[in-house]
């Protein structure tokens, strides 16, 4: 036999060879740093709406990047359709980071929620960049292990991220948490450089600007800060709000989502309509988590976030044991598993404060409800390009992150307007209430997810 013959073909290269190193650990850098943000605005949201007065905006401080990252999404999806995703990422980067510069220096409530509408428009269309130049830098078979590693860049956040940030808190005060994400933006920016030069825009006839759709995200925007002020109106008032937005919603949100989305079809829109159901079902209670334990039973901010860290560490690890599973788990039977996971994950967090149960409970429901969040995150993204084709792949991807915001800034609005309603942080009640709204999200989910997957693949 021929040494030829028994010599093992060259192997290919995988997410960290040479030539996707850099690609890699700057893309995953940049998801860290975000899931760094989100984990810390919710570990020190109850410390600085107290300290700016601002305890009646508290849900309108987690929405209002929602509502303006609605609009980054869609002109991010239309502009990497069009001219490719390196315009998109160094532009969303820049606004992303002048975003947490305001934030880190705003003197009051207001200023702050005008950094975080500016960090929302940076974030939303930074996500869609790095989902388009991910298609456009590794092949296929490299899809699945690349969405892993963003969601296992929870991983050191969610070990670190609350502690550091209750810390950072107690000590030398809140403003330095968004100031340091900051500066750890800029080499992770910097890893991303080489890979955005090599990239270059679709072939044939650029893709139009849809200005109809970037107008219908504005309006939808509109609706969601609408939906997150009904606490600081009348009831009356509030009521006739609440409808107008939800209409207006409703009309927005169909022309920025794949057709059939708000209506469960089989394929891409069951896909983009459970990523906003379970993000809605995970934000709505994971924001208010760390203010039950802070308002009723005493936690400091650095001991409130343990939660949120246990909870981030189980999706990642739930995202790790995806990409090692591969195909050994239907992609339905994967979804359906992670939905049942998540409810009952959201449910521990009704029973703690309507029984007065051991913190404990909600501890370890919330770590069940991020491994169920862990185990179909990586599915939506893979099985969204898998069923797009490719000048659908911008607009596909800004749709499940459109749907991920949007879902969930409705669900703060509720939830903010229920809390004001019922007493807010002294009463149980209210948290009660906005855990069961999480949970009948959660169950919508679940009874959905059959059509995720058309059967001739599952």
Not at 23 to 36: E, H, Y
Not at 47 to 63: D, H, K, M, P, Q
Not at 190 to 203: E, H, R, Y
Request: proline letters at 6%; charged letters at 10%; glycine letters at 12%.
């Amino acid at each position: 036999m021929s040494r030829e013959a028994v010599e093992s073909p060259p192997r290919e290269p995988g997410v960290f060879s040479r030539q996707y190193l850099l690609a890699t650990l700057g893309m995953c850098a940049l998801i860290g740093i975000a899931a760094f943000e989100a984990l810390a605005v919710t570990t020190v949201m109850p410390t600085v709406s107290r300290e700016l007065n601002g305890e009646s905006l508290y849900s309108l401080a987690f929405a209002a990047p929602l509502a303006t990252s609605l609009v980054g999404m869609v002109v991010a999806g239309n502009w990497a359709d069009r001219a490719g995703p390196r315009r998109v990422v160094i532009t969303s980067t820049l606004l992303f980071g002048a975003g947490l510069l305001i934030v880190g220096l705003a003197p009051t409530m207001l200023v702050l929620l005008l950094g975080r509408l500016v960090q929302g428009l940076g974030s939303g269309a930074v996500i869609v960049g790095l989902y388009v130049l991910v298609s456009r830098v590794f092949p296929e078979r490299l899809h699945a292990s690349v969405f892993a590693g963003f969601a296992a860049a929870w991983v050191i956040p969610g070990l670190v991220g609350p502690v550091i940030a209750g810390t950072l808190t107690e000590t030398v005060g809140w403003h330095w948490v968004f100031l340091g994400a900051l500066l750890a933006s800029v080499p992770a920016f910097c890893m991303v450089v080489p890979t955005l030069k090599g990239v270059v825009g679709p072939a044939g006839e650029p893709v139009a600007w849809s200005f109809s759709r970037i107008l219908w995200s504005v309006a939808a925007a509109v609706a969601v800060v609408g939906l997150n002020l009904l606490s600081e109106v009348p009831p009356v008032v509030a009521g006739l709000v609440t409808i107008a937005a939800v209409v207006v919603l409703a009309v927005a949100l169909r022309p920025l989502l794949p057709k059939g989305t708000l209506g469960a079809r089989t394929g891409v829109p069951t896909l983009v309509l459970l990523r906003g159901l379970a993000g809605a079902a995970f934000l709505g209670g994971d924001v208010f988590i760390p203010y039950l334990l802070s308002a009723q039973y005493g936690f400091s901010p650095a001991a409130s976030g343990i939660t949120l860290t246990l909870g981030a560490v189980s999706w990642a690890f739930a995202s790790w044991l995806v990409g090692r599973l591969g195909e050994r788990v239907s992609q339905r039977t994967g979804i359906r598993l992670g939905l049942v996971l998540i409810v009952a994950g959201v449910l521990s967090a009704v029973a703690t404060p309507l029984w007065h149960l051991t913190p404990a409970v909600i501890v370890v429901g919330w770590t069940i409800t991020g491994f169920g969040m862990g185990f179909v995150y990586p599915r939506f993204s893979v099985l969204v390009l898998r069923y797009s084709h490719d000048d659908e792949r911008g607009f596909n991807s800004s749709a499940l992150t459109i749907a991920d915001s949007a879902g969930a800034a409705v669900v703060l609005g509720v939830n903010g307007a229920v809390f004001g309603l019922l007493g807010g942080s002294s009463e149980p009640a209210a948290f009660v209430a906005c855990f069961a709204v999480a949970a009948a999200v959660a169950v919508l989910g679940l009874a959905v997810s059959g059509r995720a997957v058309p059967r001739r693949t599952a």
